[in-house]
């Protein structure tokens, strides 16, 4: 990875002027969803998939983007707090050389679950800073700590899992409440007009849905390195190379002695090329590599260079490993039917052998998306499918799984459901109104029995007598509805006052978990907390 950052640097040093200034936005589909208009307009060919978004003065996202955030507001005449509360941020300079700003974050909120009475609550403390250099150089870093109390799946979701969902380990260690922190911090640079260079520790989504099958920001950040390139006006080629961790994979040796100092490590690969066929319609190609950093007796085998190949489908031409590198390959499309309706789908090949070397492994996702319903402006709408057969995404190597820290790099359910999500978001003045409803069936593990669902596990290990369809074993269903009603104090980081609640029940012939909670809370940031699972 020194190498890498070296390599990074000398090409900052000896790149050109890069001919428009980039900012930099944190992925959250609550804030993005209100770019449809500009971002799926059949008047532009932008590239809508890969996620967080870069935009330049010259995007076509600029002037909406731009007033979603009021960087046009008239504050005269009134004070600093009025300021800082309302429209700026706690500290914003800038100069034509450069730009810097400052925010606190706050995110308290208090709950109640009444299906098993618990007061639930969120105290977190955060900053955000980022800014500019030039007009080529962008850094950004938003940093947390977290004590919470959750509903009752999430709680064993957090007990089992050992992780808050897509944010960080529990240093609780087991306790009611949850203690956590994390960190995402980047720097990039566009050394021209089309090529931008980012390196930190953050999340990629890729696709145009609200899941992704292919690579979503549910998982907790990841140590990367990202290489874009808009090559002409239809094409975006991206290289990933990322640094991820494994809990679960095995770390001791048939003496009982630990052959690392903490979690297993791996690298992943990730190429994706976008081509944007004409304004309406794009199709993209997609491959992922997962590999492990060193074999179950500790042997270290480092980053291995033919990583580095740019070409798309590449894979390691080194020596064959323990664990061989799990390749995974998918595509990702879109078509703009209407002036405001987007259709998008997305399909993914597992190319690991399947447990009984006779069923696929795949998953594939459809939907569509867009805004102004029935006219109203700023009505948007979303609705999509998603579904994934068995072992889709594990391993019989499970360091080399799809996962970062025990959770899903594509869809939080895994593999072996189907889902249904719909959301419908409107805003009016600083008022925001959402509703989401999702509805899935999976199939769970039983005692003893692995029929593929959870991702983590060995997949060629404790199988059932025959392998069936998606949804084999515990026949479960997932009902889950959310709303929130917001009112935007600051639109810089995101500053709201904010009522929610949502129902949900899990129900198998073993067991029915129902959960009805209300929230209230002062919140901050543009992080997505994920609770449909």
């Known amino acids: 990875m020194k190498k890498v950052f070296a390599c990074l640097l000398m090409v900052m040093f000896f790149a050109g002027i890069a001919n428009a200034q980039l900012q930099y936005q944190p992925y959250s589909y609550q804030f993005y ?8 307009s059949p008047s532009n060919d932008l590239h809508t998939s890969l996620k967080p978004y870069l935009i330049a003065d010259s995007s076509a996202i600029r002037p909406l983007y731009d007033s979603l955030l009021m960087n046009n507001v008239d504050t005269k005449g009134k ?32 709950g109640r679950e009444f299906s098993q009475p618990t007061t639930t ?26 004590q919470g109390r959750f509903a009752n799946y999430e709680t ?26 994390g960190v995402t911090s980047l720097i990039g640079y566009a050394p021209s007009k089309g090529i931008t260079i980012v390196l930190g520790e953050d999340k990629t989504f890729i696709g145009d849905g609200y899941r992704s099958v292919l690579l979503s920001d549910y998982a907790s950040a990841y140590p990367l390195l990202r290489f874009t390139a808009n090559l002409g006006t239809h094409v ?14 095995i770390k001791f040796n048939a003496y009982g002695n630990n052959q690392f100092d903490n979690n297993r490590r791996k690298w992943g690969v990730f190429h994706y090329i976008d081509w944007n066929i004409t304004n309406r319609a794009s199709i993209g190609f997609f491959n992922a590599l997962i590999a492990e950093e060193a074999n179950d007796q500790g042997q270290s085998h480092g980053f291995d260079v033919n990583y580095i190949d740019p070409v798309l489908f590449a894979s390691s031409l080194g020596p064959a490993k323990p664990a061989p590198d799990h390749t995974l390959i998918g595509f990702n499309g879109k078509y703009k039917v209407l002036d405001k309706t987007t259709v998008y789908g997305q399909l993914l090949f597992d190319q690991a ?21 029935f006219t109203v402006s700023k009505l948007n709408y979303l609705f999509e499918y998603n579904t994934s057969k068995p072992y889709t995404y594990s391993n019989q190597y499970p360091i080399v799984n799809y996962a970062e820290l025990s959770e899903p790099l594509a869809d939080p359910l895994g593999a072996n459901y189907k889902e249904f999500v719909g959301i419908l978001n ?64 600051n639109p810089k980081y995101n500053l709201r006052i904010e009522v929610g609640g949502l129902v949900r029940q899990e129900l198998n012939s073993v067991s029915d978990t129902k959960t009805v909670l209300l929230t209230l809370g002062l919140r901050s940031t543009f992080r997505d907390l994920y609770h449909d699972f």
Not at 79 to 108: A, G, M, Q, S
Not at 236 to 249: F, K, L
């Open 236 to 249: 975006q080629y991206m290289a990933m190379w990322s640094y991820m961790e494994d809990q679960n994979a």
């Open 79 to 110: 004070n600093w707090l009025e300021r800082v509360l309302f429209y700026k941020h706690l500290v914003d300079i800038k100069t034509k050389d450069y730009t810097f700003y400052l925010d606190y974050l706050p995110d308290l909120q208090v």
């Open 33 to 40: 969803q209100k770019l449809n208009t500009a971002v799926y």
């Open 156 to 181: 064993n979701y957090i007990n089992t899992v050992g992780m808050i969902p897509g944010e960080a380990y529990d240093k609780s260690y087991g306790k009611t409440t949850k203690d956590w922190s």
């Open 121 to 146: 609550f969120l105290n977190t403390r955060g900053y955000q800073l980022g800014g500019t250099i030039s007009s080529n150089f962008f850094f950004y870093t938003s940093g947390f700590e977290n």
């Open 353 to 373: 052998s399947s447990p009984d070397n006779n069923s696929s492994r795949s998953a594939w996702q459809l939907g569509f998306r867009g805004s102004d319903l």
């Open 426 to 489: 409107y805003s009016i003045g600083r008022f925001d109104l959402q509703g989401q409803l999702n509805y899935a069936k999976y199939g769970l593990n039983t005692v003893g029995v692995n029929y593929g669902k959870d991702i983590t596990l060995a997949d060629n290990v404790n199988l059932p007598p025959t392998i069936g369809t998606t949804g084999q074993g515990l026949a479960t269903s997932l009902k889950y509805a959310e709303g929130t009603v917001s009112y935007l104090l």
